[in-house]
């Protein structure tokens, strides 16, 4: 199989918070990888711009260490990164004030492609929209990226909308969510739509239940103040699982065109029942005796926030009403593992006996790691003896499918900036989608506070609270293992 990497045209690239974690960890080593895959044209420009008072030079040193630091791979040898730092400038810029503007409307390319990232806290977005405006670099060849998190509720976030719809049009804005640009999330898209086996049994009259799991071994230490205000519903639920929820859920695109994918994206959320009480279960990770607990992490004894959510969720639709929808995510868990499961039902009879025992296919789409899909599949247990059944996967990993090309996969965020730059909004939030998400979300968070709901404690390195497993034990089913 061969990858294939095609150039785009020159433009330029102003990250604002350029010298910040999310630009040095994934925007940059990210932008370095492109540029050693041949994607980025050599008159291609990328401008940093932060409060930090630094030169061109200060600039490339930093980005020089980030790279070294976070690529995952060695530096290639052979100048590449030198070619690639001579593509960086910086501009010392005050968000909120007047310094560096003037500088840095001067250094903008006339008539290419630009784009701005803001990877800046949203407090500012209204600022950068604002001064970009002011300083003549919105033209219509201009595009804008916001991070995460986009409102912290539905009033915020078409506060957010509303500012951004000042200065640009929808088409111009391209809201992050780097689950989106997972090269599995998008294969979801191409198993479901490109193939005829799955979508005629991708139903209610198949699918018993859907498990969507985001396990992480980590705790929020050294983000426990942001985390603590967030949760694991806005932090995680109302934006990278709701987005898996649509790809999972969605009907057929006529096309695979920005507008159509997120059109449909958005009835899946507008189908969403309110989630009863009893059906969803929140933890927060105990402490070892090596490691602070959940509320030591965030300096509060008495925080209520979940750093753990699992929760049973139903879609209004012909296609999906009484196939429940199960997620989870926590922090803390026994392994870091993202993955979708499709479990489809029983045989609707078995001529094998009772005695063959109960065997269901799975389909089981990894995230990470070990990106892949497996299909379990029911046969006979080789050997003498009679009809004896069992399930075995059919198993796919990118690394084995797609050999040494699995190595030139774009990560997610390398995908979506040079989408960004192609002008392709297909895997970026609507403004409506995510209002409408926060439309489901609000009023079950609201629910909590006014019962003074309280996280249930959960032991670090296991699968959550008892409760979680209980809550499929109910409905006699049971969630995969978390393992890695
Ligand atoms: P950070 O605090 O490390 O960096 C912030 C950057 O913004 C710095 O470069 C700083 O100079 C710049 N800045 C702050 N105030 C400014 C002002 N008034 N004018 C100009 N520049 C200013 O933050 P981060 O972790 O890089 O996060 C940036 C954004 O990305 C946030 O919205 C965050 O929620 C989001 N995000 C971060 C991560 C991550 O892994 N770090 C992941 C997802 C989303």
């Not at 433009?11 to 994607?39: E, H, M, N, S, Y």
């Not at 840095?104 to 006339?110: A, D, F, N, P, Y």
């Not at 979940?306 to 926590?330: C, Q």
């Amino acid at each position: 199989m061969v990858s294939r990497v095609i150039p785009v045209d020159p433009f330029d690239l102003v990250i604002f918070g350029g010298t910040g974690d999310l630009a040095r960890r994934k925007i940059l080593p990210g932008l370095f990888r492109r540029f050693c895959a041949g994607q980025m044209p050599e008159e291609a420009q990328i401008i940093g711009a932060a409060r930090s008072e630094m030169d061109d030079d200060g600039y490339r040193q930093l980005v020089r260490d980030a790279i070294e630091e976070f690529g995952d791979k060695p530096v290639p040898e052979g100048g590449a990164l030198d070619a690639f730092l001579a593509r960086l400038g910086y501009v010392q810029v005050d968000a909120t004030g007047t310094d560096g503007w003037e500088e840095l409307s001067r250094r903008i390319t006339e008539d290419r492609v630009r784009a701005f990232y803001f990877s800046v806290g949203p407090s500012l977005f209204g600022d950068l929209a604002e001064r970009l405006h002011q300083y003549g670099m919105a033209s219509g060849q201009s595009r804008i990226v916001v991070e995460k998190p986009f409102g912290h509720d539905l009033g915020t976030a078409k506060a957010l909308n509303a500012v951004l719809a000042q200065h640009f049009d929808e088409t111009q804005i391209y809201r992050i969510d780097h689950y989106l640009g997972k090269e599995t999330v998008q294969n979801l898209m191409a198993v479901r739509f490109g193939n005829v086996l799955f979508e005629p049994l991708w139903n209610a009259l198949y699918v018993d239940h859907i498990q969507v799991t985001v396990a992480e071994t980590v705790g929020v230490g050294g983000r426990g103040g942001y985390y603590d205000k967030s949760g694991a519903m806005r932090d995680m639920v109302q934006n990278h699982l709701m987005q898996l929820l649509c790809l999972i859920a969605m009907e057929p695109p006529a096309k695979f065109e920005p507008d159509s994918v997120r059109d449909e994206k958005l009835k899946v959320i507008r189908a969403l029942e309110p989630v009863e009480p009893h059906h969803i279960v929140r933890g927060q990770y105990d402490a070892t005796e090596k490691e602070p607990g959940y509320r030591e992490d965030v300096e509060d004894p008495k925080s209520r926030t979940e750093s753990f959510l699992a929760m049973k969720v139903h879609i209004s639709n012909w296609r999906w009403a009484g196939t429940p929808f199960y997620l989870r995510t926590g922090k803390r868990l026994r392994a870091r593992t993202s993955e979708i499961a499709v479990v489809f039902k029983d045989a609707p009879h078995s001529i094998f006996g009772a005695e063959a025992g109960r065997h269901r296919n799975v389909l089981i789409i990894r995230l990470q790691p070990n990106e892949g899909m497996t299909l379990d599949v029911t046969i006979k247990e080789p050997g003498p003896g009679g009809m004896r059944l069992v399930d075995v996967p059919l198993d796919m990993t990118f690394a084995d499918a797609l050999g040494p090309d699995a190595d030139e996969v774009p990560d997610a965020y390398e995908r979506l900036i040079m989408d960004v730059i192609r002008g392709n909004q297909t895997l970026f939030m609507r403004g409506d989608e995510v209002e409408a998400a926060w439309a489901w979300t609000d009023p079950i968070i609201a629910g909590w506070a006014a019962r003074n709901d309280v996280p249930k404690t959960y032991d670090a390195g296991s699968a959550g609270p008892e409760d979680s497993l209980m809550l499929m034990h109910r409905d006699g089913r049971k969630w995969r293992e978390i393992k890695a």
